[in-house]
């Protein structure tokens, strides 16, 4: 693999929240995944990318540190081509023990059997389509609040200025018993809770964000479970002053779906 940079890197990488949505989309040419081909493009390549997944929630927090992550085509009923992809991106147990040593308020333990679940691959292999950028997962661990998670995101800051991109994925809105499978677009309730946590994110309002409990009814059946939510509050708690938010895939789908996404750089 080339491991020559084509672009330069910035003091301090930046960090990307993904709406991934449909396994479908990283094998299908749509508006999304025609995006993040484009934004991979402009975006500096990382020495290594850490990735917070909707899809691995655990007890206690474990972080990947296998030297080959397998492709976990962790979802049933779609086409044969889906799960024949193979995202054949390495691993970084270096960058796993890093996270391990440095991070003090809770215990992290390496995990050498989960690999990349499709939370994670559909979307880089889309962004570095070569995958030759080693990739570690970061757990979720069922047991801590979302205040818990927004402190631990702040522990990872260090990764930024060492050349990792921070990749957080899940969906804003995301509400499976709601689906409305011809709506190509948001249900009223959906598209409410959408601009509701867009606007407390342009305004930097965490603690809001991070008590999405009391924010109203619309957006509780939008995050009527909290796993593709948290994703979202790991790239919020690691944005600096005079950083920058930049939304794209801004838009609803299936009633109930957000893809609207956002990376966070400084200007």
Request: glycine share 6%; aromatic share 8%; charged share 20%.
């Amino acid at each position: 693999m080339n491991d020559i940079n084509p672009k330069p890197s910035p003091k301090q990488m930046p960090v990307l929240f993904v709406g991934h949505g449909n396994p479908m989309y990283a094998i299908e040419k749509n508006d999304y995944s025609d995006t993040w081909r484009s934004l991979g493009e402009t975006l500096p390549k990382p020495r290594a990318i850490l990735c917070i997944s909707a899809h691995w929630e655990t007890h206690g927090i474990k972080v990947t540190a296998m030297p080959q992550p397998k492709t976990i085509h962790d979802f049933g009923g779609f086409p044969q081509a889906l799960f024949d992809v193979h995202y054949p991106a390495k691993g970084s147990p270096e960058l796993a023990s890093e996270i391990i040593q440095h991070i003090k308020s809770h215990p992290i333990e390496p995990d050498m059997h989960w690999g990349l679940d499709h939370g994670c691959w559909s979307v880089l292999r889309c962004l570095y389509p070569q995958a030759d950028v080693p990739i570690v997962q970061l757990s979720l661990d069922r047991t801590l609040s979302p205040d818990d998670h927004y402190a631990l995101a702040k522990d990872l800051l260090f990764l930024r200025t060492q050349g990792v991109m921070i990749v957080g994925s899940g969906n804003m809105v995301h509400n499976l018993r709601l689906v409305e499978w011809e709506n190509k677009g948001g249900a009223p309730w959906a598209i409410t809770a959408n601009d509701i946590l867009k606007a407390l994110i342009v305004d930097d309002n965490h603690p809001a964000l991070i008590d999405y409990t009391n924010l109203g009814k619309d957006v509780q059946l939008a995050i009527n479970s909290a796993e593709h939510y948290l994703p979202m509050l790991y790239i919020l708690a690691l944005k600096q002053a005079k950083e920058t938010i930049s939304f794209f895939n801004d838009s609803l789908e299936m009633g109930s779906l957000s893809m609207t996404s956002f990376f966070i750089d400084e200007k």
